[in-house]
């Protein structure tokens, strides 16, 4: 059957960072609030008690956990992106997604999938992406620049009607 859309993505270090910080959602970044208010206390409550060695300590383990949370998943990001490459013969890593009465997804190495539109329970939508969720482990990428066959205005239209029951969130602002 022909395509109603087809997208084409390149996965980048800098695509897959976008997608990573979609799927850690608010609940890593509350997590972090909690830590680093956690340390504020602790150190409120060194210097109070007058123990300095107890209220540096907590200052230095306050940067570093703002240095994790602003850093680390950059750092992934690469990291997976180079083990990514490496699986792919050093070779771009490429997809083409196609949508017909189902979801086609050929890979770079030419190994297709395939999944039902009642199979996606998310869609997030990034300033660059749209993520289609299947199940927790699986995102579909979508550049939504890049539509080789249809628009991304119109294909959002499409995803919609055909995914009504999936969850949708708009994190292009964050």
Do not use: W
């Amino acid at each position: 059957m022909e395509s109603l859309f087809e997208n084409e993505i390149t996965l980048t270090p800098h695509i897959l960072y976008e997608y990573m910080l979609a799927q850690s959602g608010a609940a890593s970044k509350y997590a972090g609030i909690a830590m680093i208010i956690g340390l504020i206390m602790f150190a409120t409550g060194s210097f109070i008690d007058k123990n300095i060695v107890l209220f540096f300590t907590a200052i230095i383990l306050i940067v570093i956990v703002l240095l994790f949370l602003k850093f680390f998943p950059r750092f992934l990001s690469n990291k997976v992106y180079k083990k990514r490459l490496a699986m792919n013969n050093g070779e771009q890593i490429k997809r083409i997604i196609g949508f017909t009465e189902s979801i086609h997804i050929v890979t770079a190495n030419n190994k297709e999938l395939s999944y039902g539109y009642r199979q996606v329970t998310k869609i997030y939508e990034t300033q660059n992406l749209l993520i289609l969720k299947i199940g927790t482990m699986v995102g579909i990428l979508l550049d939504k620049n890049n539509f080789k066959l249809g628009n991304f205005e119109t294909f959002y239209k499409f995803i919609n009607e055909k995914c009504p029951f999936a969850k949708y969130k708009n994190i292009s602002s964050k």
